[in-house]
Structures are given as structure tokens and as C-alpha cells.
């Protein structure tokens, strides 16, 4: 579990990170990318029904306890986490994509996460205790559309306002999955030794079956290579801390231990995958780059 | 020579008058005292970096500044009038202050591209004679090798967020630092090396400078460097007078629709002739405001600047315009405050002129000039129509005539090489008496670009003489076939030039590079078919060669000779 003193300040960075996301793009960003709405279209729709039905189906299918099922299908219907937009820049990835389907996939959350935890969570006969309430869901998630919405203004405001809070941002993503493993694992390397390794099974593979399925799903709605390794990265990685806020804000400090294990191992198992996956394709990328050029050459 | 008779007055019309006033200051250092007193209150120039992180300076301030960075130079650094001191910046905050400063320290600018390699540096600072170099702290590296082999005796490094609010510049220092790396340790100098903040500093306690107001417009204020596209770079010696009178053309032929509240976006280089003259000293002089870009490649660079500063007119090269287009954010949400955009440096492409014009709302008027004459020869009016593919008329105070191999005028409508005469043309090339005589003959620049003049004096360049092509004994101007070529939509640029032919003599080749906005490939056959369809069947390109890329000067100029080279290694391997 979190201290109620922990709670707060992962509350606080998480509007950080949300403060640094809105300064990193304008209205116009938002009014362009929905001119050629489809990149963000299959974005969504990898997102927010391959990856639920996904997180359903392995919990279902290792026969997890309920408190680990609420943790997986909650990470699996999160939206983009903010650090998806580094690994896509050193993915050789489309930057613009990948942080608009952070951020759209942060505001369909809104409305979305409630209604597919309600559903999976009612198909997979989750009892009542463990039930995270959907109006609670609705209201953390809209509460961070205020920075967000802040940081955007800021943005406008003052060039060099917005450009700092944006790098403070994308800095306080990598110190917020610091923070939850630094003070997370210290308490609970017992409850990790004791972990069953199914579960770990589950915890590494909800990201890695993402980005596989999410790849695909792209690439059958012709996406070309490039927008499909973005997709990819974007709908493997979940924001985690944003998990871990709700969990610690829907349930009393007793229910959060179990609750929390996934949530929290996702978190930190997410950065290895993603660092390695994002190796692999940076090198596809390169390859293509280069199998490019020498199509081209000689064509004279 | 006589002077010949001035056929495009006419196109002057009321607005225009046919001689510039004489000049108002007698130096470059007293129009930039004289402004810095005058707009005191305004800000002269915004330096936005691709994050959107921003500094500005205003007039007083750079008044004040550059005074000091002058009283630095003459009483720390003890050199004397007329000294060369290089100033190599990408665009920011510190250039105009560096560059100032030499004026008004009655020292000789070298303008030097801040990307060339020490054995560049080490030529043109030995052919200068350098004796200071003003340089941007992230190219600090290659000092080590370069300052032992010239004269350099003082070092002055600037960054690239040079004087912007505390915060800004640090985070971009530490991103610069950790994140790209791009900020090398400085090395182990036999000279000393101060910040330029530091040397400001030290001016500051020195007495300030007021024997510029001796410097006279003969005297020279500019080694500019050109020759890049030809062969050995070798130095303009542009005066103080060439520069001043250029602004009172330039003035002559825009000023009317120029005001204090512009903003004219710099994106394009101010250590070329275009930008510095164009940009800094037009829009300076005005009492205008300059939005700086450090560097707009990618064109994604410019896209903060464009958002976060109202500007009203953009100077560009044919490239720059064409990328800008290319860009979904430009071409979606053009900047409203915009007026018109000038072109220069390379001829414009009528493909990309009039989808400007159709995206932006704006015209681009296409002028024409070169290092020699600082840079502005001709001109389209703003107040009349364009005209298509003409670069207008020579401004106020020029003669133009079109000549042939012996020198002598062509007949009206015929081809010749373009020369020109005027109180912008150049004193000659620095230490170089044999080119010199070749360029200057008689105070006409002999600018060896073959153009063709119509009745009304309207002007058209039909190409570089060396770059003409001769197929089965036609002259094929390369332009017309790269024009020609812009308007095939999924052709995103395209470079013509001359390949050996066993039939032909020579034939042309066509390197093309795709258009990713538009999904019809971009074929050979295309390209012919194309071809076949406006050109006459000997300009119709025999090869095409697809690139992802083509080579481009600093400026954004494609290099045909980077090509010409290419293409003759090829063939002499086949041979």
C-alpha cells in the first residue's frame, strides 16, 4: 500500500505530467490530426477494445484471484502512458501520433475506462468489494484534464513557460515509475517473492501482447510500417501510475496491497519491454531507411 | 561601355524613384547608433528556438551592448580599425550584437558559415586575415585544430541561447549538454578565450567608442565570402557605402509597404549576404522586429516561431518555401499576420510561387541579386502584378545590360550574361586582382548568369552560363527543365544537369525526389511522359535518377556541381 502522504504526491506528479503534456501541443494540433483522423482512429480502437478484451482474456484464462483480475483489467483499459512519446521519438517513430493518441486516448478515458471496467469487470464476476466505482474513475481522469487544459494555456501564454513545464513534464514520467518502485517494492519484497510466476506471466505479457496486437491491427487497417510501431508502442504502453491513483483512491489501505501488485509490477516491467522493443524497431526503421535508398539507387 | 538607356523606369510608375537619396549615415555603425536611439522602446530581435523557448533584445539594449562589445575589441582585445574579425553564429541573439560591435569598433566583418569544417575555417581566416572569431560555443571543438594555424589571437564563444531569460538558457544549455550532446569542453587554447557575456562585461568598464563617426562609406565593412557553388571561396569587399545604398534601394522599391510594427521571419542564414542585408539591416533600420530561427532544418524548426510571433513577412529560398508548403501545421494554418514573402537566392520554381499564393492568401516577390552587389540588383514591385518567372526590374541607380562573349550588348530580347553597374557594387575581391579584373570590368559585375530582358526591362534568368547544357549543339537551360518539373505534383524537388553522350554530345539527367504527400510514385516514365508533354523533344531529360534527397548549400540552394561531380565519377568509372 501507498501512505495517504505518498498518495498526494503521486497526485501531484501525475498533474505534472498532465500540466506537461497540455503544454506540449496547441488547439491546432488537435483541430490537424483530426483532419486525417484515421492514425488516431485505429489508435483508439487498438487501445480501447483489442487491449481490454486482452488484459479480460488473460485474466480470465490464468484464473487470477479478483483483486489481481481488477488490477489487470484496470491497466488494460488505461490510456497512453506520457512516457509512449519517448520511446516513439527513439523509436525513429511519428512523434505527432504518438502524442495525440496520448492525449485523445487521455480524454476518451474520461468516458471509456468506467464503462469497460463496469463491463469486463461484470463479465469476469469481479464481487462487489472489488468493484472500482465508475463515477470515481470519471472524476480522477476529468480532474486531470484541468492541467492539462492549464498547461495548454500556459503554452500560449508564455512560449518559455509552456517549453519548460513540457520538459518538466516528460522528465517527471520517468521519476514518477522511480518513485512508485522505489517506494512500493522496499515494503512488499516478501508479497514479490511469494508472487506466482503466472502472474508475473500476465503482468509482462498484457504489454508485450499490446504492442504485438496493436502492430497488427495497424497494419491490417494499412497503416504504413512506421505509423504501425507507433501504434504499437502507444497501445502496449498504459499510463501505470495513473492505475496506481485510482486503486489508492478507490480502496482502503487493507484491499490496495493485492490491488496494487499488477498495476505496480506492469510499471516497472513496462520500461524494460518497451526499452528492448524499442531497440528492435529503431533498427526495422533503419533497415527500411536503407533497403529505401537502394531501391532507389540504379533507377537511372 | 555606355551607360545604357533604362527601359524599366517606366515600371517605377509614381511610387518608385528612379535614383536613391543620398545616403543618410555615413557608416553601418551610425545607422545602428542611429536606430538604437530612435525605437528605443521596441524589440529588435526574438530569437525562438525549436521548442518554442525564446529571448529577446531590444534597441536599447543592443545599443548598449554592442557599444560595449566594441569598446572590448578595440580597448581589451587592442585591435586597431580596420581589423578582420570573424563572426561565425548561427542566427540567435549574440549575432547582431557581434556584429555590431565590429562596426562600431570601425573593424571588417567576416561573415563565416558556422557548419564549415576547420580546413574550411583555416582558409578563409588565413586568406582574411583574421585576428579575432566570435564562434558559437557548440562547434568550441574544432578551435583546437583551427586556431594554431591562423592569426587568431582572441576567442569569444556564444551560445545558441545566447541571452535569453536565465531559465530558458539554461535548460536549453543542459538539454544541449546531456540530452544531444552537442556541447563540447572547450580546448586548451594558446590564446585566451572569453563568453561573450564576459567580454560585454569587460567593455563595459573600458571607455565607450565614438571613432566610428570617422568610418566613411568608402571604407570597408564586409568580407563576404562567396564561391562556394563555383570553386575556391574568395572574399566580396563590400563597403559600408555598398550596404547603406542597398538599403536605400531596397527601400526605394519596398519601403512603402514596410513599417516599425513588421516581423520578418529569419529562418534563412544572416552570415549569407541575403538574410544579412534582407533581414537584419532592412527590418533593423526600419525600427522592425527580426524573429530569429537558429536553424530551419528541419522546416519543423520554424513551426513555434511561426506560432508564438506575428509575422509579417518571411524571406526565403525556393526550398525553404517549398518545405514550408510541405508542412501540414503551414499549410493548414498559414501565420495571418503575413503581407508578402521575398525570394532570392535560387530562382523560384512558378510551381511553388503559385501554390504559395494559394495557400498563404500572400505573393512572393522574387528579387535577384548576388554576394557582389550586396546583395539586391532587381526586384518585383509589390504594387504591380507579377510577373511570372521574371525577377524583375534592376532597383534605383543601377544599370543592367545583357551582353555577349565579346562584351557587347545583345539585342533586346536575345540572352546574354547579366551585368551590372551601381553604388552597390563591390570594391573587388579581397587580395584576389586576377578574379577581380575577370568579375569587375569597368564597375560592371559581370555576374555570368545568362538572363534575357523584355521591352518594358522586366528581366528573366535563363540560367547559369556554366550549367547550360549542349544537346546535339542546343543550349538547354537546366531551369526551364526543374520548372518544368515542379509542376508534376509528385516531384518534391528535382536538379537538371549535363551527362557525356556518345549521340548527343550531352544529354540531360533529371535527379527527382518524391513528393511523400502524394501517393502516385514518381516514376522515370512519368517524368518523360511529363516532359515530353511541355518541352521540346532535345530539353526532354534521356535519364532520370530517383534520390531521397538532393545536396543543398547552407542557404538551401541545390548544388548542381555536388551532382556534376557525382555524375562525372560515373562516367569516368564507365569510360
Keep these: 500500500m501507498l501512505t495517504e502522504l505518498e498518495t498526494n504526491l503521486l497526485g501531484v506528479m501525475m498533474m505534472v505530467i498532465m500540466l506537461g503534456m497540455g503544454a506540449s501541443m496547441t488547439p491546432r494540433d488537435f483541430r490537424l490530426s483530426f483532419r486525417k483522423p484515421k492514425g488516431i482512429l485505429v489508435g483508439l480502437l487498438s487501445q480501447f477494445v483489442v487491449m481490454p478484451l486482452l488484459g479480460f482474456l488473460l485474466a480470465v484464462g490464468l484464473g487470477l484471484p479478483p483483486a489481481l483480475v481488477v488490477g489487470l483489467i484496470l491497466i488494460a483499459c488505461m490510456p497512453g502512458g506520457t512516457t509512449?512519446?519517448?520511446?516513439?521519438?527513439?523509436?525513429?517513430?511519428?512523434?505527432?501520433?504518438?502524442?495525440?493518441?496520448?492525449?485523445?486516448?487521455?480524454?476518451?478515458?474520461?468516458?471509456?475506462?468506467?464503462?469497460?471496467?463496469?463491463?469486463?469487470?461484470?463479465?469476469?464476476?469481479?464481487?462487489?468489494?472489488?468493484?472500482?466505482?465508475?463515477?470515481?474513475?470519471?472524476?480522477?481522469?476529468?480532474?486531470?484534464?484541468?492541467?492539462?487544459?492549464?498547461?495548454?494555456?500556459?503554452?500560449?501564454?508564455?512560449?518559455?513557460?509552456?517549453?519548460?513545464?513540457?520538459?518538466?513534464?516528460s522528465f517527471m514520467g520517468v521519476v514518477v515509475i522511480i518513485f512508485l518502485i522505489a517506494s512500493w517494492v522496499p515494503r512488499n519484497y516478501v508479497l514479490l517473492l511469494e508472487t506466482a510466476p503466472h502472474v508475473y506471466f500476465a503482468t509482462i505479457g498484457i504489454g508485450l501482447m499490446g504492442m504485438l496486437f496493436g502492430y497488427w491491427v495497424a497494419r491490417a487497417l494499412a497503416q504504413d510500417t512506421n505509423r504501425a510501431r507507433t501504434i504499437s508502442l502507444e497501445t502496449g504502453i498504459q499510463n501505470g501510475p495513473l492505475a496506481v491513483l485510482v486503486i489508492t483512491l478507490s480502496f482502503s489501505a487493507a484491499q490496495q496491497q493485492a490491488v496494487l501488485l499488477i498495476p505496480i509490477l506492469y510499471s516497472l516491467f513496462i520500461v524494460i519491454s518497451s526499452t528492448l522493443i524499442t531497440l528492435w524497431y529503431r533498427r526495422s526503421a533503419t533497415h527500411e531507411q536503407l533497403a529505401r535508398d537502394a531501391a532507389k539507387l540504379g533507377a537511372g | 561601355m555606355n551607360a545604357q538607356a533604362r527601359p524599366w523606369i517606366a515600371a517605377y510608375g509614381a511610387e518608385i524613384p528612379p535614383e536613391i537619396p543620398p545616403l543618410r549615415h555615413a557608416s553601418l555603425a551610425a545607422l545602428v547608433d542611429n536606430a538604437c536611439t530612435t525605437?528605443?522602446?521596441?524589440?529588435?530581435?526574438?530569437?525562438?528556438v525549436p521548442n518554442g523557448m525564446n529571448g529577446s533584445l531590444g534597441f536599447s539594449a543592443l545599443g548598449q551592448m554592442s557599444d560595449r562589445f566594441a569598446s572590448f575589441l578595440r580597448h581589451h582585445c587592442k585591435l586597431a580599425p580596420g581589423t578582420r574579425v570573424a563572426v561565425q553564429l548561427p542566427n540567435g541573439l549574440a549575432y547582431p550584437?557581434?556584429?555590431?560591435?565590429?562596426?562600431?569598433?570601425?573593424?571588417?566583418?567576416?561573415?563565416?558559415?558556422?557548419?564549415?569544417?576547420?580546413?574550411?575555417?583555416?582558409?578563409?581566416?588565413?586568406?582574411a586575415g583574421v585576428e579575432a572569431l566570435v564562434i558559437c560555443d557548440i562547434?568550441?571543438?574544432?578551435?583546437?585544430?583551427?586556431?594554431?594555424?591562423?592569426?587568431?589571437?582572441?576567442?569569444?564563444?556564444?551560445?545558441?541561447?545566447?541571452?535569453?531569460?536565465?531559465?530558458?538558457?539554461?535548460?536549453?544549455?543542459?538539454?544541449?549538454?546531456?540530452?544531444?550532446?552537442?556541447?563540447?569542453?572547450?580546448p586548451d587554447l594558446p590564446v585566451p578565450v572569453l563568453r561573450i557575456r564576459e567580454a560585454l562585461r569587460r567593455g563595459a568598464a573600458l571607455p565607450k567608442l565614438d571613432d566610428w563617426n570617422r568610418l566613411r562609406p568608402g571604407d570597408l565593412a564586409l568580407l563576404q565570402y562567396t564561391g562556394g557553388t563555383t570553386g575556391v571561396a574568395k572574399a566580396a569587399m563590400l563597403t559600408h557605402g555598398n550596404i547603406l545604398s542597398n538599403l536605400e534601394q531596397v527601400k526605394a522599391v519596398g519601403?512603402?509597404?514596410?513599417?516599425?510594427?513588421?516581423?520578418?521571419?529569419?529562418?534563412?542564414?544572416?552570415?549569407?549576404?541575403?538574410?544579412?542585408?534582407?533581414?537584419?539591416?532592412?527590418?533593423?533600420?526600419?525600427?522592425?522586429?527580426?524573429?530569429?530561427?537558429?536553424?530551419?532544418?528541419?522546416?519543423?524548426?520554424?513551426?513555434r516561431a511561426l506560432e508564438n510571433t506575428p509575422v509579417t513577412w518571411i524571406t526565403g529560398v525556393n526550398t525553404l518555401f517549398n518545405g514550408l508548403m510541405n508542412e501540414e501545421w503551414f499549410a493548414t494554418y498559414p501565420p495571418k499576420t503575413l503581407k508578402a514573402a521575398i525570394a532570392g537566392g535560387t530562382a523560384l520554381h512558378q510551381g511553388v510561387a503559385i501554390r504559395w499564393q494559394e495557400v498563404t492568401g500572400t505573393r512572393i516577390s522574387e528579387g535577384y541579386g548576388l554576394t557582389e552587389t550586396a546583395p539586391l540588383v532587381s526586384f518585383n514591385p509589390l504594387d504591380r502584378a507579377t510577373r511570372p518567372g521574371s525577377i524583375g526590374v534592376p532597383v534605383p541607380s543601377t544599370d543592367v545590360a545583357l551582353v555577349d562573349e565579346d562584351a557587347e550588348p545583345v539585342p533586346l530580347g536575345e540572352p546574354g550574361e547579366l551585368i551590372v553597374r551601381g553604388p552597390q557594387v563591390m570594391r573587388g575581391y579581397w587580395n584576389r586582382p586576377d578574379e577581380t579584373e575577370q568579375t569587375l570590368r569597368n564597375g560592371w559585375v559581370f555576374t555570368g548568369d545568362v538572363a534575357v530582358m523584355d521591352d518594358d526591362g522586366y528581366l528573366r534568368i535563363v540560367d547559369r552560363k556554366k550549367d547550360m547544357v549542349l544537346v546535339s549543339g542546343f543550349n538547354v537551360y537546366p531551369n526551364e527543365i526543374e520548372e518544368c518539373l515542379s509542376h508534376l505534383p509528385s516531384v518534391l524537388e528535382a536538379a537538371v544537369i549535363g551527362i557525356p553522350d556518345t549521340a548527343t554530345g550531352e544529354a540531360v539527367r533529371a535527379y527527382v525526389v518524391q513528393n511523400p504527400d502524394?501517393?502516385?510514385?514518381?516514376?522515370?516514365?512519368?517524368?518523360?511522359?511529363?516532359?515530353?508533354?511541355?518541352?521540346?523533344?532535345?530539353?526532354?531529360?534521356?535519364?532520370?535518377?530517383?534520390?531521397?534527397?538532393?545536396?543543398?548549400s547552407p542557404i538551401g540552394k541545390i548544388l548542381r556541381k555536388d551532382l556534376k561531380a557525382e555524375a562525372r565519377a560515373e562516367f569516368a568509372q564507365e569510360g
Design chain 1, 84 to 169: 509512449s512519446n519517448i520511446f516513439a521519438y527513439f523509436s525513429k517513430g511519428v512523434l505527432a501520433l504518438s502524442i495525440m493518441m496520448t492525449t485523445v486516448s487521455t480524454i476518451v478515458a474520461v468516458a471509456m475506462v468506467p464503462l469497460l471496467l463496469a463491463f469486463y469487470g461484470g463479465l469476469a464476476g469481479v464481487p462487489a468489494e472489488f468493484a472500482i466505482p465508475p463515477g470515481n474513475v470519471a472524476q480522477i481522469l476529468g480532474v486531470l484534464l484541468v492541467p492539462t487544459l492549464l498547461g495548454m494555456g500556459l503554452r500560449k501564454l508564455n512560449p518559455n513557460i509552456g517549453a519548460t513545464i513540457e520538459l518538466i513534464g
Design chain 2, 39 to 48: 525605437y528605443a522602446g521596441s524589440t529588435a530581435f526574438t530569437c525562438v
Design chain 2, 97 to 127: 550584437v557581434a556584429a555590431f560591435g565590429v562596426f562600431k569598433a570601425g573593424c571588417v566583418l567576416v561573415n563565416t558559415n558556422p557548419l564549415y569544417t576547420p580546413r574550411e575555417m583555416i582558409h578563409q581566416f588565413n586568406d
Design chain 2, 139 to 186: 562547434f568550441a571543438d574544432k578551435l583546437r585544430t583551427v586556431v594554431p594555424q591562423t592569426r587568431i589571437r582572441h576567442v569569444v564563444l556564444a551560445g545558441v541561447p545566447e541571452f535569453f531569460p536565465r531559465i530558458p538558457e539554461a535548460i536549453v544549455r543542459a538539454v544541449q549538454k546531456v540530452w544531444t550532446r552537442s556541447l563540447p569542453p572547450v
Design chain 2, 255 to 303: 519601403g512603402r509597404h514596410m513599417t516599425r510594427e513588421d516581423c520578418v521571419l529569419t529562418a534563412l542564414p544572416l552570415y549569407h549576404i541575403f538574410a544579412f542585408t534582407a533581414n537584419l539591416m532592412t527590418f533593423f533600420a526600419l525600427g522592425a522586429r527580426n524573429v530569429l530561427v537558429p536553424s530551419p532544418r528541419p522546416v519543423q524548426n520554424i513551426q
Design chain 2, 518 to 552: 502524394v501517393s502516385d510514385l514518381v516514376t522515370k516514365e512519368a517524368v518523360i511522359a511529363h516532359c515530353r508533354e511541355h518541352l521540346a523533344a532535345y530539353k526532354v531529360p534521356k535519364s532520370v535518377v530517383l534520390r531521397d534527397a538532393l545536396p543543398k
